[in-house]
């Protein structure tokens, strides 16, 4: 029983990050050293500039060249005294190597999100990161009597002390997958998949969901996949558009029209909105429930960084006529897990409900709504 977040005050949460990275002068550092030759450490650097906070150098083990006019160094050119950024979302093992070094007097970028909002503007992924807990606390609890297996409540417990104190060590003991296989089809998971099963891929990218459904489950009735960048369209319909595998250039929602993606420049993310972002493209949206599917055998796959829950709302025909499978993505925002787990819940269908976080970044967070057959 997950006992331990009662009567919580913002106040309380924001103290306890805090003291996660006492060591770091948080609220007064003028100078700092990048760990991580990210986009995020691009943008974080234009941050710096505009706030003459002086950046010393650019470290990062496995890439090389410049970033932002900085050479990139190996971890052996760290400067002791010199307080260091992690900029990567996957800075668990990052912090391992830091201590291991010895080191104290590290944040990571994240944690800069969510104690300065106003001063370092928050990726999604940390936006409201302290008032979403603390408003919400009771429902994660709640939520802790879906999940029947000790591997959900072990992670729901897990995820709920990483939003009380952002320390990683309470996710990469909870990771499930840790090599690139095909993370959403966990092989402790029995979804009942047969030759006429119709599979929806949502937030196709390149298509790597989908190759690894079709090595696993061989045989298929019909597969859907949406994917609003027509860069990644391209390469999906090239090399997997047959009779049986329909590749849409659109993005799913809670209505038919239009909306403005923003750019991340990261291939496998693009957002529908963001404050960080400004390059957009305007592309397709439409609800699945456009494609009139009734009385079938449908495994719904959702990674849409962020935009699941409206996407849900936009499926809700297809998920109520069919036996649904789903596997969503609930990381991209701190609000994903609430709000997709109360409209998944609000359906009043039979599910088996599995939590799982499928990589050590907080955005491959899952939930699994499995069919009882």
Known sequence: MIKNFRNLSTGDIKKSIENEYKYFDIYNFKKCQIYGASKEAKLFIEECNKKNILVDGVIDDFKKG???EYKICKTLKIKENIPIIICTHRFGRVVEKLKKLGLKNFIPLGALHI?????????????????????????????EKLFKDKKSKKTLKNYMMY???????????????????????????NFNISNKEI????????G????????????????????????????IKNKLSSDKIIVKNSGISNKNGSAYF???????????????YSRTCRAKIE????????????????????????????AKKTIMNNNTNLWICVGHTPKDLVD???FITSLGKNYKYFLRLNDYCIGELAIYAQRKN
């Open 208 to 235: 790597d969901s989908t190759e690894a459904f079709v090595k696993k489950y061989k045989k298929f009735k019909k597969i859907f996949i949406y994917e609003p960048h027509s860069k990644f369209f391209k390469i």
């Open 287 to 314: 609800r699945l429930d456009n494609l009139g599917i009734k009385n079938q055998n449908i495994t719904i796959k959702m990674n849409i960084e962020g935009s699941e829950q409206r996407a849900l709302i936009g």
């Open 262 to 276: 923003y750019d991340t420049h990261d291939d496998s993310a693009n957002f529908i909105k963001s404050k960080k």
């Open 115 to 143: 104690l300065r909002p106003k001063a370092f503007s928050p990726h999604q992924f940390y936006e409201n990161w302290i008032s979403e807990f603390c408003r919400n606390i009771k429902k994660y609890k709640n939520f």
């Open 199 to 206: 599979f929806i891929d949502a937030g196709g990218w390149v």
């Open 340 to 342: 997709v787990l109360l």
């Open 163 to 189: 939003k009380y104190t952002f320390n990683a060590k309470y996710l990469n003991s909870i990771i499930t997958v840790k090599q690139k296989i095909f993370k959403y089809a966990n092989p402790n998971m």
């Open 66 to 68: 410049t970033l932002a």
